[in-house]
């Protein structure tokens, strides 16, 4: 066989689109076989999830388009390009029914025995999937909402002022978030009593965050608010009390894991308040270590408790769920639609997740789980991390953009959002756009350009995330529109290719 299609090669012209075609449609039949193969083997590591798991067919999805992804097709998508056939480019969540597709159009271009097109409706069914899996997690919205779903974090406001959250469902919020961080039981009873009184009329779903065992600051040695500046130094120590001990005394803090501290070398950075306030370790004793500032805004930066706290380039390796974080769930899963799961890194973390849920919540349904990807660690497992979670519950992802740029550098988190958006498509998980959307509105009711255009490519993920905010029902309609305006031009990776009505043809 393969020898009489090389002889039905030499036959045609290769420099003619009938010869083209019939080299593209040898070296994508080849591109088909590699892709299955490395399937196939992916999917062996994930013999655990259950064949007849509504997630199934994505997982099956997901392994075919990272095995694509280990292929190299930019030169066959230009050459397909110039066909006018489909360059996969927009394969994502239909990987082997694209090639397929490709396949049988060559094949009618190449003159030779034309293999069937794949149904129509295998291409719907999995965009239906994904909005399926969109409005279960994050309302189904109004019917003239956009695609992309509106998330709002609640201030602790929001416990006594039902009208506030009144306010922010009718402006177009979709999903309300409460980071149990801040505030406790009491005060999320109330909130999430608001929530339910005020969306009479359509589900509105309530995610509520674990904080997780993200690194902050606990104690200061001192309650003055001192700014720093370049060249000025702070130290790090076990605990104030050791602190109180050494002779040389600069502005002192602690964290949240007191034993990082004694795993610090000079020449390791410490970055607080996501990047905002830079610094290097320069000295340690068996106690503490001290740092120079190396980056800080003008004016200087403050170090306050509770702020955050990063290590670029190190592996933060604890358990994903804190102490704080199981007491929390036995509230958390008996009233949350969806758990925000913070600092999840490994499979395991998942695993302890789930089993932690199942003894909480009884005979009740388990609550979706949004995994929020924040490390470069989270980042390398990500498939592992969704097909763990998808073959028990509704699973979403969160691109949690503050301490993501942190942790792989601002240089490249636009590149890896991109990745992660089309990931998450190829698995028909929902994503969510996270961290300083429209933060300039929020706060100071004053959006800037740069944040409006932030709100726009937003539109191609599947929720987008507010914090809180006194402007935060002005943002909410503000983000609406915009996402609107967007809906008009793009699907996704998709342009629309609407009519244009900026400009029309001259005379």
Not at 388 to 416: H, K
Request: charged residues 25%; proline residues 5%.
């Amino acid at each position: 066989m393969r020898g009489q299609n090389s002889n039905a090669i030499e036959q045609i012209d290769v420099g003619s689109p009938q010869g083209e075609a019939m080299q593209l449609y040898q070296a994508l039949t080849e591109l088909r076989a590699e892709v299955s193969t490395r399937s196939q083997q992916l999917l062996t590591r994930w013999q655990h999830l259950p064949v007849d798991s509504d997630f199934h067919d994505s997982a099956v999805n997901l392994a075919d388009w990272l095995a694509l992804r280990q292929c190299d097709v930019s030169e066959l998508q230009g050459r397909l390009a110039c066909l006018g056939v489909s360059s996969l480019g927009r394969c994502e969540s239909h990987v082997i029914a694209s090639i397929d597709a490709v396949l049988a159009t060559l094949a009618v271009l190449a003159h030779r025995t034309q293999p069937s097109h794949p149904p129509a409706k295998v291409f719907s069914q999995a965009k239906a999937k994904l909005i399926d899996r969109r409005d279960k997690l994050f309302g189904i919205g109004t019917p003239d909402c956009p695609e992309t779903r509106i998330m709002v974090t609640l201030p602790s406001q929001a416990a006594d002022d039902r009208d506030f959250v009144t306010a922010l469902i009718n402006a177009g919020a979709d999903c309300l978030r409460i980071n149990t961080a801040h505030d406790g039981p009491e005060v999320w009873t109330r909130m999430v009593e608001n929530v339910r009184a005020a969306s009479t009329d359509r589900h509105v779903p309530v995610m509520m965050d674990l904080a997780g065992p993200k690194l902050r600051i606990t104690g200061l040695s001192s309650e003055k608010k001192l700014r720093l500046h370049p060249g000025d130094r702070f130290a790090l120590a076990s605990s104030l009390k050791v602190a109180k001990k050494q002779r040389r005394r600069p502005l002192t803090a602690t964290l949240s894991h007191p034993e990082m501290v004694s795993t610090l070398n000079p020449g390791d950075r410490v970055w607080i308040d996501d990047g905002v306030l830079r610094s290097r370790v320069v000295e340690r004793t068996d106690a503490q270590v001290i740092l120079e500032v190396t980056h800080a805004r003008p004016k200087g930066g403050k170090i306050k408790i509770d702020k955050g706290v990063n290590l670029p380039g190190r592996e933060f390796n604890v358990p994903a769920l804190t102490e704080s974080d199981h007491e929390r769930l036995e509230f958390v899963v008996n009233h949350a639609d969806l758990v925000g799961f913070s600092f999840v890194q490994t499979a395991q973390d998942v695993r302890d997740l789930l089993a932690a849920m199942r003894v909480r919540a009884g005979n009740l349904p388990l609550p979706g789980i949004l995994l929020k990807i924040e490390t470069p660690k989270a980042v390398a497992n990500l498939p592992s991390l969704i097909v763990e979670a998808a073959g028990e519950v509704q699973v979403a992802v969160m691109i949690a953009r503050g301490d993501l740029a942190v942790e792989i550098g601002l240089d490249r988190l636009s590149e890896i959002q991109e990745e992660i958006l089309w990931l998450c498509e190829a698995a028909r998980v929902p994503v969510v756009w996270a961290t300083q959307v429209l933060e300039g509105l929020l706060k100071d009711g004053l959006a800037s350009r740069a944040e409006a255009t932030d709100a726009a490519m937003a539109q191609r993920a599947d929720c987008v995330m507010l914090n809180k905010g006194p402007h935060a029902v002005e943002a909410v309609r503000f983000l609406r529109d915009i996402l609107s305006r967007m809906d008009r031009h793009q699907i996704k990776k998709t342009p629309r290719m609407g009519k244009l009505n900026a400009w029309s043809p001259i005379g």
